[in-house]
């Protein structure tokens, strides 16, 4: 059974949809503790700014369980976009604490004027990790749809999963043993994202 944590900063129901669409017909959405602790699987979806975020899953309770089940656990974890954020230990952003999971911080873009803020729309990245079980078997160039304003600037390059160019290399994706996070949204990046998630459905284990 895959989770998708609804802490009221994202659209949830897409992501099941899709997750359904790659033949995972057990997802449930759910903030129930007694729920996590029944997953296999889980996945922090999220749109929005990181304090409200981090505030959300503190009223929600989630905060210990989602470090109980990645951390204690070790079962895969995966963030998407600004779940990928809450990920790490800060972000320029706010003042809340992340959940320091992955050591990163997330940092706003150092862009010149013929790049917009947010970065927005297709992108490529590059696979960085090829031995990661969630890009086993895709193409080393994928494309994904990104919103965002502010990126993860990790300590330790071996936490990149994937990076993706705009003005810079940022980190597009990150990892940590079977904590996986994306920057982008795989529910909107069509074929590639499709692949993505169905990775993370047949080949990350616990």
């Keep these: 059974m895959i989770v998708i944590l609804d802490y009221e900063m ?7 949809n899709i997750l359904n669409k790659v033949g995972q017909k057990d997802v449930l959405i759910s903030r129930d503790p007694d729920v996590i602790e029944k ?8 749109v929005g700014a990181f304090d409200t975020g981090m505030i959300n899953l503190k009223k929600f309770h989630l905060v210990e369980p989602i470090i109980d089940f990645a951390q204690n656990k070790k079962k895969p974890l995966l963030g998407i976009c600004l779940g ?7 972000s320029e952003e706010g003042k809340e604490k ?3 999971l992955i050591p990163f911080d997330n940092i706003r873009f150092q862009l010149d004027s013929n790049y917009k803020i947010p970065h927005m729309g297709w992108n490529y990245i590059e696979i960085v990790d090829e031995n990661a ?3 086993r078997n895709l193409d080393r160039i994928q494309r994904y749809y ?14 990149v999963l994937m990076t993706c160019n705009y003005g810079y ?7 940590k043993a079977q904590i996986y996070g994306v920057q982008f949204h795989p529910e909107k990046s069509h074929q590639f994202g499709m692949q993505l998630l169905k990775n993370f ?3 990350c284990a616990q």
Excluded: T, W
């Excluded at 290399?169 to 990892?175: L, Q």
């Design 201 to 203: 459905v047949e080949e």
């Design 10 to 16: 994202g659209n949830v129901g897409s992501i099941q």
């Design 133 to 135: 079980p969630i890009v």
């Design 39 to 46: 997953a296999d699987k889980l996945i922090l979806p999220g």
């Design 98 to 100: 992340g959940l320091g």
């Design 146 to 159: 990104f919103v965002h304003s502010y990126h993860a600037r990790c300590d330790d390059a071996s936490n």
């Design 84 to 90: 990928m954020q809450l990920l790490g230990r800060s």
């Design 169 to 175: 290399p940022f980190a597009a994706a990150v990892v």
